[in-house]
């Protein structure tokens, strides 16, 4: 945008390069000269301009009283027909009198009145100057109504010290106007003056680094819940343990996690994604209101979720208005500690190339989203039309038994348990809590949002780190032989202890079976 320099037009300036004098007169004498009347007319003109305040504030004061007086003579002008007239307006001037401790006039500014050697006279002085001013008019008129007279005479000076304040209004706005239309060294100010201390942030722990992003093996199941939405991978493949970190809310409620782990919006920011695209003037607005509840990363990461949840749910226009809100706080934030004033100037200005910028990020960011949850939708249909999904869970044969989970501990000097505390430490971080706890059902809500390859691979490695007591075989009972042979073992079990026959100890052993489960009900 061009700069506008005509502010600049008002400066007034002693001192300029160009000018030209006379080669007989001494450029400097000459700017110095020029320079001292600069001076003197300003200081003439703020002179004037204080004599001119203080003399409307002494007729203010005159006129209060004046007007009092009038008050009082209107009051007897039934008794002027059979009283002595001076005597009347004697009694209206003692009626009319202010409180003695104001009858000071205010005390002339430094600089005003110097010339006057005698002290402002008071207002009383005042009135009774007024009062013989128009009793000698009075006794010049001779006339029969002599208290009528004394009245007119008093509205007659009225009306002059009002025209009077009328003129010296006038001519104090010329010269205010004239004294405003300068730019001077003496008008400079601090326009914006600001300071802050940034205060060291607690660390936070850092999070455990996985390789890639985690995705939920069963979708819809992860899905159900509004409380967690998250976006996850682009492609449909299982490769790696990361899914085993996403847990249900009962696993995640017995651990200390950070706040920014819940990405559901909170009421004001729920109020921020209703805002509709496009209208910069309406978010701007709600952060200036709201600034610190909006610009944090918690409610970017809502944001997103809820654009996830939205588009999950056929809400597209919604879905897009939270990604679109949601870039807006990213930028705002990396534009730095000005970024919401920069950011909003930015794209309200026309023509400006961040406008079209953040459009297309937001389209773009919208799309992943929009192929991601067509994707999920399209695995839950397949899921749907198959019946179940495949999953590894943890079973004891023997009724009645229990299997039990021996975490090692991480300071042991046992080479052995050193050996499988490794094995641990290369588990997914909610497998591990998981294994923490001693729950079945949990390990096997871990186990089941893995591929059947990579929980093979888990549960082989649990046997080999002593954490678990396996057989070697894999029951494999999505299958009519597998199915049978299960229920060939749990048959024996149930009539040997009809019998009363020992156990064999073999038995008492847990199994790890492939079953078929629904893919919304990983129990």
């Known amino acids: 945008m061009p700069v506008d320099y005509s502010k600049w037009d008002a400066l007034e300036l002693s001192d300029d390069s160009d000018i030209e004098v006379h080669p007989n007169v001494d450029k400097r004498s000459f ?5 001292n009347q600069i001076h003197q007319h300003r200081f003439e003109r703020r002179r004037e301009i204080d004599t001119l305040k203080y003399e409307r504030l002494i007729n203010d004061g005159l006129l209060e009283r004046i007007n009092a007086l009038l008050d009082a003579l209107s009051s007897h002008q039934e008794e002027a027909k059979s009283k002595d007239p001076d005597q009347l307006v004697l009694q209206s001037m003692l009626e009319s009198a202010a409180d003695p401790a104001k009858d000071e006039p205010p005390k002339p500014p430094e600089g005003v009145y110097t010339h006057q050697k005698e002290p402002q006279p008071t207002y009383s002085k ?10 000698k008019e009075v006794d010049e008129k001779k006339s029969p109504d002599r208290f009528k007279d004394y009245i007119d005479g008093v509205r007659g000076h009225l009306t002059k010290v009002q025209n009077l304040q009328q003129e010296l209004l006038t001519k104090l706005a010329q010269l205010e106007k004239e004294e405003g239309s300068r730019i001077t060294s003496d008008q400079l100010h601090d326009g914006v003056n600001y300071s802050s201390v940034n205060k060291p942030k607690p660390k936070e722990p850092a999070a455990p680094k996985t390789t890639k992003d985690p995705e939920l093996l069963n979708p819809k199941a992860g899905l159900a819940s509004n409380q967690r939405s998250v976006p996850t991978r682009s492609d449909s493949q299982v490769s790696s343990g990361a899914e085993a970190d996403v847990e249900d809310d009962n696993l995640i ?7 920014d782990s819940n990405l559901e919006l909170t009421p004001t920011a729920k109020g921020f994604s209703q805002i509709k695209i496009g209208d910069f003037q309406a978010s701007l607005q709600y952060i200036g209101k709201n600034y610190d509840e909006i610009m944090n990363q918690k409610t970017h990461d809502s944001l997103l979720g809820e654009a996830f949840s939205a588009q999950m749910k056929g809400k597209a226009t919604y879905a897009k208005q939270c990604v679109h809100q949601a870039l807006l706080v990213q930028y705002c934030q990396q534009l730095g500690k000005d970024g919401v004033g920069v950011f909003f100037k930015r794209v309200t200005t026309k023509g400006h190339k961040a406008h079209k910028l953040f459009v297309d990020d937001v389209n773009d960011t919208y799309a992943r989203i929009q192929a991601r949850t067509a994707e999920l939708k399209r695995q839950e249909q397949e899921v749907e039309e198959k019946g179940g999904v495949e999953q590894i869970q943890l079973h004891a044969v023997e009724p009645g ?7 090692p501990q991480p300071n042991s000097t046992d080479p052995v348990e050193i050996e499988a505390r490794k094995i641990f430490d290369t588990f997914p971080p909610g497998l591990q809590r998981a294994l923490e706890t001693g729950s079945l059902d949990k390990i096997n809500d871990v186990l089941g949002k893995m591929a059947i390859d990579e929980a093979e691979q888990v549960v082989e490695k649990l046997g080999e ?23 060939e073992i749990e048959e024996e079990e149930r009539q040997k202890k009809a019998t009363g026959e020992p156990v064999q100890p073999g038995f008492t052993e847990p199994v790890a079976a492939v079953e078929q489960s629904s893919a919304y009900d990983i129990d």
């Open 31 to 35: 700017i110095r000269a020029k320079q």
């Open 465 to 487: 780190g002593g954490m678990l007591s396996l057989q070697e075989g894999v029951i494999d009972a999505t299958n009519e032989e597998g199915q049978q042979r299960l229920r």
């Open 253 to 259: 409620e017995q651990h200390d996690l950070d706040d």
């Open 401 to 407: 038994t229990e299997i039990h989970i021996n975490v």
């Open 126 to 135: 005042m009135m009774a100057s007024l009062i013989d001013q128009v009793k």
